[in-house]
């Protein structure tokens, strides 16, 4: 059975830097095209970022050229490294598969003060 697990969220001031993590098991990152998303306070989930399996990403417009995503494939983990934080950044933070989704996380609270 899959599960992920995020971590790494926090209160950071705005231009702030926060890494996060996602530490995967029942599957293989390596091998699997993952997502971060996110869920700001009324409104909808969305994808943010994504790493194919080749190692390429794509972002969401609001984060290119701020946000990156990784992974760790010794250790089953994505992350992603926020930098030049927003106060609009502010939501809860999720990774899953790209496709297929898999049952969510807890997913992690971003909180960027102004």
């Known amino acids: 059975q899959v599960r992920l697990v995020e971590s790494g969220g926090g209160l950071v001031q705005a231009g702030g830097s926060l890494r996060l993590s996602c530490a995967a098991s029942g599957m293989f990152v390596a091998i699997t095209p993952m997502g971060w998303y996110r869920q700001a306070p009324g409104k909808q989930r969305e994808l943010i970022a994504h790493?194919?399996?080749?190692?390429?990403?794509n972002y969401e417009d609001s984060v290119k050229g701020r946000f990156t995503i990784s992974r760790d494939n010794a250790k089953n983990t994505v992350f992603l490294q926020m930098n030049s934080l927003k106060s609009e950044d502010t939501a809860i933070y999720y990774c899953?598969?790209?496709?297929?989704?898999?049952?969510w996380g807890q997913g992690t609270q971003v909180t960027v003060s102004a």
């Open positions: 899953n598969k790209l496709y297929s989704l898999a049952t």
């Open positions: 790493i194919t399996t080749r190692g390429t990403t």
